[in-house]
């Protein structure tokens, strides 16, 4: 089966930086479309970043110019570099496959940006 280990979250301020990291096992999913997800308390789980197996990135509106999503195929790890870190980016942040499928869902890690 394939397993995501995200980590890299943390307590940050506004305006503070952190980078996720999502380490994969199980199969060559690098080769395939990879999304950072996050859900907040009360609200649903929603891609923010998504990157094909060659490189090519889209990302949410809310995060556009913060956020930028790479893969490492080597290490078969993604990551998301997030900057100037907002309030409204508290979630617990999950990386999967793009589309998602329900099974590969990890533990996902928490980003919680408060003053």
């Known amino acids: 089966q394939v397993q995501f280990v995200e980590s890299g979250g943390g307590l940050v301020q506004p305006g503070d930086s952190l980078r996720l990291s999502c380490e994969a096992s199980g199969s060559h999913v690098s080769l395939f479309h990879m999304a950072w997800y996050r859900q907040a308390p009360g609200k649903q789980r929603d891609w923010v970043a998504r990157?094909?197996?060659?490189?090519?990135?889209d990302y949410g509106d809310s995060v556009k110019g913060r956020f930028t999503i790479s893969r490492d195929n080597a290490k078969n790890t993604v990551y998301l570099q997030m900057n100037s870190l907002k309030p409204d980016d508290t979630a617990v942040y999950y990386c999967n496959l793009a589309p998602s499928i329900d099974n590969y869902w990890g533990q996902g890690t928490q980003v919680t940006v408060s003053s």
């Open positions: 990157i094909t197996g060659g490189g090519n990135t």
